[in-house]
């Protein structure tokens, strides 16, 4: 899931890097808005309803992989 959300998120991600190169504390208040787009994209593929679906999928598969090997 984690990978997923970088994955599509890296547009956020490298804007939020590139604000935060050279900063130390000013990066809090220098790069608040990067920081919120970032996390606003990461919650989209990082929220319950995508666990609980890829536990779906997950369980499936396993189900489909279990009858096969029967």
Do not use: F, P
Not at 6 to 22: F, H, I, N, P, V
Not at 40 to 66: F, I, P, R, W
Request: proline share 0%; hydrophobic share 30%; with cysteine.
């Amino acid at each position: 899931m984690k990978q997923k959300a970088l994955k599509q998120c890296d547009r956020y991600t490298t804007k939020y890097a590139e604000c935060a190169s050279g900063r130390t504390i000013s990066v809090v208040w220098q790069c608040r808005k990067q920081a919120k787009e970032l996390n606003e994209c990461l919650h989209q593929y990082t929220n319950d309803s995508v666990l609980e679906e890829m536990k779906k999928a997950y369980m499936l598969q396993q189900n489909e992989q279990g009858s096969v090997r029967v």
